[in-house]
């Protein structure tokens, strides 16, 4: 069965320390990997994808993604954070042979930068 | 483009009650689906269509109903209100089964 895992419920950084969002999965096949963001009373906004390709995606705002084969990780980042970034975060997984399209999000992990 | 469009953003139903949670894009997608959110449990997918006359259940269907008469429309039905169905509904759809894109939400509270 596909799952996504992200461990923390809250990751804390200060303003322009990088910071680091982790995600797990398992899924059948290649995945398809993606974060979303959503900040509050707001719908997801999509971030960036990995589909195949360089393991090291880049995607909005400055932040980036490395897919990790061996290790399972979809861990997302940033160099420096900005207090704007404080928002909560879904890592979600898609079997690359699924026709639907259907994603598996994990539980979301609340990002709080501060200055 | 407006996106993915959801009416209304916030609703109080009592119990035994019905609505409908409309969801519309202007994007020309094929994909739409119909997801839950409750606190720390992320996202459920509900229901989703790979296009017009094709529906199919999700994780937690139970409760509610679709139907997909056009490309640009997806409403989602409620039947018999809940409070277990208290929850911030997100309609999304895709061109392909690829990125999908999200509406604002529908907050639903039941009592």
């Known amino acids: 069965a596909q799952s996504v895992a992200q461990p923390e419920d809250q990751v804390n950084v200060a303003e322009g320390n990088p910071l680091t969002v982790k995600c797990t999965y398992s899924?059948?096949?290649?995945?398809?990997l993606f974060w979303y963001v959503q900040y509050p009373n707001r719908g997801l906004q999509f971030l960036l994808k990995?589909?195949?390709?360089?393991?090291l995606v880049k995607g909005s705002y400055g932040f980036e993604a490395e897919f990790n084969k061996s290790q399972t990780s979809f861990h997302l980042k940033k160099p420096s954070a900005l207090v704007s970034d404080s928002a909560l975060y879904f890592c979600?997984?898609?079997?690359?042979?699924?026709?639907?399209?259907?994603?598996?999000f994990g539980q979301g992990t609340t990002l709080q930068v501060k200055p | 483009n407006a996106g993915v469009t959801q009416t209304p953003k916030f609703r109080i139903l009592k119990i035994g009650q019905s609505m409908t949670l409309q969801c519309t894009q202007d994007?020309?997608?094929?994909?739409m689906y119909w997801y839950r959110q409750d606190p720390g449990m992320g996202l459920k997918l509900i229901y989703y269509?790979?296009?017009?006359?094709?529906?199919d259940k999700g994780e937690v269907p139970n409760g509610y109903n679709v139907s997909r008469s056009t490309t640009e429309d997806f409403p989602l039905r409620l039947e018999l209100a809940a409070p277990s169905q208290t929850s911030v509904y997100f309609c999304?759809?895709?061109?392909?089964?690829?990125?999908?894109?999200f509406g604002p939400g529908t907050r639903l509270t039941v009592l």
């Open positions: 999304a759809s895709s061109y392909s089964g690829d990125t999908q894109y």
């Open positions: 899924v059948s096949g290649n995945p398809y």
């Open positions: 990995y589909i195949t390709g360089d393991n």
């Open positions: 979600a997984v898609r079997g690359g042979s699924s026709n639907t399209g259907k994603l598996i």
């Open positions: 994007m020309n997608h094929n994909y």
């Open positions: 269509s790979v296009g017009a006359g094709i529906t």
